[in-house]
């Protein structure tokens, strides 16, 4: 089952721009992470949000939480072509360390 | 380090056969987890191990099975294919304390025909 739902569910920008992906999941969590697939390849993890911050920062990426709304937004300043991707949230809960995956955001960003 | 590597790609099976796929962690890592992800589904978790024990299970039918060797490595099994498990097959690895964070294999593509 989904624990996450991210929205939108795609993403088209120019080049330069921001981009800012929303999760929203259902229960409560440990920790919130972002990933990244490129074309139906292996998943790279971006950033950790634990349940107890609000804001993380790493590079071009800024991901907050809010937990009483039950909500996350990842945010990529300065986009670049290379950022063209798949963007998956994915909940931690409870003493299990699985993942659970939201449906995922395409980003295309134009060149 | 090297990252997970996984084994084989690419697999083209018929219904009804079985498939084995492997999955080696990256070095030092003991827990070992296996996705599943479909276009109609998405990314759905099967199993996890450590320490050669299967830690978590996701709910998937017993067809889907796997283990985990003492070297860390593990492979998972499905019986009687159906159509219905075409998809990529990912495996993840995570360090031994600290975090959650995960480190995932490229991947393995199951086509069934």
């Known amino acids: 089952s989904q624990q996450g739902e991210e929205d939108p569910q795609a993403l088209s920008i120019q080049e330069g721009e921001n981009a800012t992906m929303n999760c929203s999941y259902k229960?409560?969590?440990?920790?919130l992470q972002w990933y990244r697939q490129n074309s139906g390849r292996g998943l790279v993890h971006l950033i950790l949000?634990?349940?107890?911050?609000r804001e993380k920062h790493s590079g071009r990426l800024r991901v907050t939480l809010d937990t009483s709304k039950k909500s996350s937004s990842l945010l990529i300043t300065a986009s670049r072509a290379a950022d063209t991707a798949s963007y998956f949230c994915a909940t931690v809960a409870g003493a299990n360390s699985k993942l659970t995956f939201g449906k995922g955001i395409t980003l295309s960003v134009r060149p | 380090k090297a990252g997970v590597t996984q084994t084989p790609r690419y697999l083209i099976k018929t219904r009804g056969q079985q498939v084995t796929l492997s999955c080696s962690p990256i070095?030092?890592?003991?827990?070992v987890s296996w996705y599943q992800q479909t276009p109609g589904q998405g990314l759905q978790f099967l199993f996890e191990?450590?320490?050669?024990?299967?830690?978590n299970k996701g709910n998937f039918p017993g067809r889907f099975s796997g283990r985990q060797f003492s070297n860390s490595r593990s492979e998972m099994n499905v019986s009687t294919l159906e159509l219905g498990d075409s998809a990529l097959y990912l495996c993840?690895?995570?360090?031994?304390?600290?975090?959650?964070?995960?480190?995932f294999g490229p991947g393995t593509r199951l086509t069934v025909l």
């Open positions: 993840a690895s995570s360090p031994p304390v600290g975090t959650d964070t995960q480190y």
């Open positions: 949000i634990r349940s107890n911050e």
């Open positions: 070095s030092g890592h003991r827990s």
């Open positions: 191990y450590f320490s050669e024990t299967q830690r």
């Open positions: 229960t409560s969590i440990n920790n």
